[in-house]
């Protein structure tokens, strides 16, 4: 699928509350986006992988992801057919639509973003119901221009497809099982890297801000997170941070060092090159020719 700089139209400052898309992700291909809104996107071809910092999901033909608003995404290793179809949406809709929805639904959702679909009869159909929620959101969100009762539509959409899809859970999990204890403790500390990372750099801060030692977040993170340790994590989120801020040609390395909360210029360099290979300014002079979409 061909992708244009108009995809950046999933940002909040273009109209309208939902946007349509049908796209290779490759704006999200150099380097990490920070989202402001929130998108639902199903694969419809190919494989690539996708890193959001502390998590990295394969993406291949099937398979449904939800990114939250306020995370940092970059899109790697896309297969030259790879393509998805997708749709944003703003916080504030997603806040109103939201409320006659039971919590749990959303719970799960943030706890298990991807999907794929399996090869019987009951995923094959939910499958291809998706597809027609895909065909409707490009009739009504695909095209430029405000249509009348926009507001209505896309409230109803909205409210629409979570309801749906919150129906279609029954086929992944049983939600009347409450999540255990340690899984909701290991989600939190996620949610509290993705938000808080920028300004605290050490896994002994969340294991107080939980109220739990940095011996039982460390057993809890390793079990609930594929071996990887609360401080990796924090690592992971800190590298895409870095990333994205150095996509902004007009910001130092001292002033990033100051932003992300590091002593100085020179052991930014250091965490970065330990964990990339390269130094700040080479990652930022292989990356700027992508800049100027």
């Not at 108009?6 to 796209?23: A, R």
């Not at 608003?69 to 896309?78: E, H, I, K, Y």
């Not at 679909?117 to 009739?139: I, K, V």
Request: proline share 4%; charged share 20%.
């Amino acid at each position: 699928m061909e992708t244009s700089v108009n995809e950046h139209i999933i940002l909040p400052e273009v109209p309208g509350q939902i946007k349509y898309l049908e796209t290779d992700l490759g704006w999200m291909a150099s380097y990490p986006l920070r989202l402001h809104v929130g998108v639902y996107l199903a694969v419809v071809s190919g494989t690539a992988t996708l890193n959001t910092g502390t998590d990295t999901y394969s993406l291949k033909p099937q398979t449904e992801l939800t990114l939250t608003a306020g995370c940092l995404v970059q899109c790697t290793d896309r297969s030259c057919d790879f393509g998805v179809r997708l749709f944003s949406f703003t916080q504030e809709l997603l806040a109103k639509v939201s409320l006659p929805i039971d919590h749990i639904y959303f719970d799960y959702n943030e706890l298990h973003p991807l999907y794929l679909h399996t090869p019987d009869d009951r995923s094959q159909r939910t499958w291809r119901e998706l597809l027609l929620w895909m065909d409707m959101a490009r009739m009504l969100f695909g095209t430029p221009g405000r249509l009348r009762f926009m507001t209505l539509q896309e409230e109803t959409f909205l409210q629409g497809f979570w309801m749906w899809c919150f129906g279609t859970i029954q086929e992944r999990i049983d939600v009347k099982n409450d999540f255990t204890n340690t899984q909701l403790i290991a989600h939190e500390f996620i949610r509290l890297v993705k938000s808080e990372a920028v300004k605290h750099h050490n896994a002994e801060y969340y294991a107080d801000k939980l109220n739990i030692t940095q011996r039982y977040l460390n057993k809890i993170v390793f079990r609930h997170s594929m071996g990887r340790t609360p401080k990796q994590l924090i690592d992971a989120q800190l590298i895409a941070e870095i990333k994205g801020q150095l996509m902004d040609s007009s910001l130092s390395v001292t002033q990033i060092a100051a932003r992300l909360c590091f002593p100085d210029q020179s052991y930014l360099s250091r965490f970065f090159r330990r964990h990339t290979g390269m130094s700040p300014s080479q990652y930022r002079d292989s990356r700027s020719l992508h800049w100027n979409f």
